[in-house]
Structures are given as C-alpha cells and as structure tokens.
C-alpha cells in the first residue's frame, strides 16, 4: 500500500522559503497524481498545487501562483514543495496525497483516497 510521509517544515520569517518533501514507500509515486495541500489554524484544508504523472503541467491555487514551486523526482519516489517569499498566512500543516488525473499530464487539487501523511507544521512569523 502507498504511504506519503511529509518532511521539511519549520520556522521561517516572512519572505523566507522553505521546500517541503513528501516521500513515497509501498509503491511507485509515478503511478500517481500528487497534490499537497494545507490546514491553517481554524480552517478547512485547501488544495494548493499538483503536479501530473507525466509532463509539467502543474496547477496551482491563486493565494500560492507565483510563490510555490511543484516538482517530481521518480527516481527519488519524491515530490517537492518548494516555497518563496512565504508570509504569515501561509502557516499551518502541509499535507501530500494522491489527486485527481486528467489524463497523464494533468491534474486537479481533488484528494481521490483516503491516504494521507502526518503532515509538517509549516509557522510564518517574525
């Protein structure tokens, strides 16, 4: 069975930048469609970003365009968030799981199983 395990969260201050991993065991992570998404303090969880099995064709949420970066390495089993010009409204924890594929180069932010990772608290503040 697929397990996702998040890593690289942490303190930062605004403006700063952090990458998130999310490691994949039990399967291939090219099998998949990966987004990751986030749960701030009192809110819901919100889709951020995905990127596809195949190709480039990342998707992000507007409050992240621009400032997020999502990225495969299959040889690695990872997925990467990487994060710039971070500001306090990005804090909470990030959390990975598989999501939606449009075809093989496609994605949508839309959890489509119950497999989720712990999650690493991500805390923006001076």
């Known amino acids: 069975q697929l397990q996702l395990v998040e890593s690289g969260g942490g303190l930062v201050q605004p403006g700063g930048s952090l990458r998130l991993s999310c490691a994949a065991s039990g399967k291939n992570l090219d099998s998949y469609a990966i987004g990751w998404f986030r749960q701030a303090p009192g809110k819901v969880r919100e889709g951020i970003s995905c990127v596809p099995r195949r190709g480039n064709n990342t998707n992000y949420a507007g409050s992240v365009r621009g400032r997020f970066t999502v990225s495969r390495d299959n040889a690695k089993n990872t997925v990467y968030l990487q994060m710039n010009s971070l500001q306090p409204e990005d804090t909470g924890v990030y959390y990975c799981?598989?999501?939606?594929?449009?075809?093989?180069?496609?994605?949508?932010?839309?959890?489509?199983?119950?497999?989720w990772g712990q999650g690493t608290q991500v805390t923006v503040s001076s």
């Open positions: 799981a598989v999501v939606l594929s449009i075809g093989q180069n496609r994605c949508a932010k839309t959890p489509v199983s119950e497999i």
